[in-house]
């Protein structure tokens, strides 16, 4: 890239990071200190600032670059991440937003604890929900990597190390000092920008084929390589059963992961009734879907206009698909519109980044200081201490995450997500759903869940195809493979199920009638809700 599109798009992105900074600064200088509002930003937010919130929380690096580069280069089968992100949606309307919104006060752990014994339902709770955080904010990074890496003309791992300390430094910039109410203005502003933006490209695409979608198509599947083919199910997902298997394993976890991520149910608190929680979700349904109907058109844009092997030349992840088509949709390498939408589309995912890199942080630091923490120095623990232990927990995940992004870097980051997704479907969603609506359930068949679905996940991870064996994998040269699925979700999710079945008929202690009875009526009418 020439030094115009490095120097335009990294003075944008600095003028968002001075915009964020501003307002961080601002807000840390009118907070008082209180958990409430380090972790829910008061409770004063209205549904609408809180759908946009949730929208700029939801749409991440993986959405933006990562899903359009999949469809760029796959296709067909690309679709079924901007399906799966978007239908997940619907079991988080019906069954999880005023639910949680009512049974909790900050963290999955809250709702789960409201019946049971607290500290080892919140030891197991927080420790799911903090991997899961870490697992998605590797994504996040990986995005960091692969954008100034196409920025800066290269792949210097110098410059992709530095760009992703620097993802990291900030957000625990925006956490320790600002909370839930900084991050979530950062969120509102990303929203608008990505929105902004993905309409602008997408306008510029149906413009270059005039509206006919048709022939968008045809394009794209004569210069993907592909034919046909490009256009019908299987180009990724159909070679053999194992493969289908893991196009069914995939779309499960997306499906049931979102109602299981601990960003976006601590999202529900931030509203101060559980009618606001919900018309909250609407709102972000409306956004979250209006954007992934326009990554379908990005990503056969891209292959269409820049080409599938162009964009597989830039990134074999195809995570820089949307920046180059931004490049070409301009006028071309060389020339000012080019330059100028690249580097307003450079900055809108560096911004993209850096909003849901905060959002994740600030849950997790909260898993940690609420439940771990405060679990542990049940007796000792004071609400300010617990802040304390929350922007120090955000330093801690920040230096994680960067070390695990630097590792990860060669992965598409939307595969990235569905890992994080998988684990949050299998750990998260069982004791969730079992809390809230299954009479009998007890604290061993909640301890059980949690761990019965988070160790089997993350074991398969590591024996897949991801970790070792092919040329692709995160250890190339070594291979210890004994789980053929990419995504452990066909296998670990009912395990969660299971292990809470199994926990709670073999416990020893009998479920609390009183207790679940009083959550029932918690959840429904919102009666004693913080």
Not at 130 to 141: E, F, G, I, R
Not at 145 to 166: M, P
Not at 487 to 513: H, K, M, Q, R, Y
Request: proline content about 3%; aromatic content about 10%; overall charge neutral.
């Amino acid at each position: 890239m020439t030094g115009d599109h490095q120097t335009l798009a990294l003075l944008l992105f600095g003028v968002f990071v001075a915009v964020t900074l501003a307002i961080t600064t601002w807000v840390s200088r009118n907070r008082h200190g209180s958990a409430e509002e380090f972790y829910a930003g008061g409770r004063l937010f209205s549904p609408m600032e809180n759908g946009f919130a949730i929208a700029g929380d939801y749409m991440s690096a993986a959405s933006f670059l990562g899903i359009s580069g999949l469809i760029a280069l796959f296709g067909y089968d690309g679709l079924l991440y901007s399906v799966g992100f978007l239908v997940a949606w619907l079991v988080v309307l019906f069954l999880v937003a005023e639910l949680v919104r009512n049974c909790g006060r900050f963290t999955l752990a809250d709702v789960v604890a409201a019946r049971m014994r607290e500290r080892p339902v919140r030891i197991a709770a927080g420790t799911s929900s903090v991997t899961v955080s870490v697992l998605y904010l590797v994504a996040q990074m990986v995005g960091a990597g692969s954008l100034v890496a196409l920025l800066l003309g290269g792949t210097s791992g110098a410059a992709q190390a530095w760009t992703v300390i620097g993802v990291g430094a900030l957000m625990v910039i925006y956490v320790s000092l600002g909370g839930m109410r900084a991050t979530t203005w950062i969120q509102i502003v990303k929203a608008v920008l990505l929105m902004c933006g993905a309409i602008t490209l997408t306008v510029l695409v149906l413009v270059r084929f005039h509206g006919d979608f048709d022939q968008l198509l045809r394009t794209a599947a004569d210069r993907s390589g592909h034919g046909s083919q490009f256009l019908a199910p299987g180009l990724k997902y159909g070679g053999d059963w194992t493969s289908r298997l893991d196009f069914i394993s995939l779309g499960l976890a997306l499906v049931l992961g979102t109602a299981g991520l601990p960003h976006i149910l601590s999202r529900f608190y931030t509203v101060p009734t559980a009618r606001a929680a919900r018309r909250s979700v609407v709102w972000s349904i409306g956004l979250i879907g209006s954007f992934y109907l326009m990554t379908i058109v990005l990503g056969f844009g891209a292959a269409a206009i820049v080409g599938s092997d162009a964009v597989r030349g830039s990134n074999a992840a195809g995570n820089t698909a949307v920046p180059l088509l931004a490049l070409d949709l301009g006028g071309g390498a060389d020339s000012t519109g080019g330059t100028v939408l690249f580097a307003i589309v450079a900055a809108i995912a560096f911004a993209t980044i850096l909003a849901v890199v905060a959002g994740i942080t600030l849950a997790s630091s909260a898993s940690v200081a609420h439940d771990l923490y405060a679990s542990l120095r049940r007796k000792h623990a004071k609400p300010r201490s617990e802040v304390a232990v929350a922007r120090l927990a955000a330093a801690g995940i920040g230096v994680v995450a960067i070390g695990l992004g630097l590792l990860a870097r060669d992965l598409n980051v939307a595969f990235l997500v569905g890992l994080a997704f998988a684990v949050a479907a299998s750990a998260n969603l069982p004791v969730l759903l079992f809390s809230l609506f299954w009479r009998n359930f007890t604290t061993r068949g909640a301890v059980w869940s949690v761990y019965g679905g988070l160790v089997p996940s993350l074991v398969l991870v590591v024996l897949s195809p991801v970790v070792s064996g092919g040329p692709s994998s995160l250890f190339p040269g070594v291979d210890f493979q004994y789980f053929p699925l990419e995504n452990p979700g066909l296998v670990s999710i009912p395990l969660g199920f299971l292990a809470g079945w199994l926990g709670t008929v073999t416990s020893p202690e009998p479920a609390d009638e009183a207790k679940h009875a009083e959550t029932e009526v918690r959840s429904l009418t919102g009666a004693g809700a913080a």
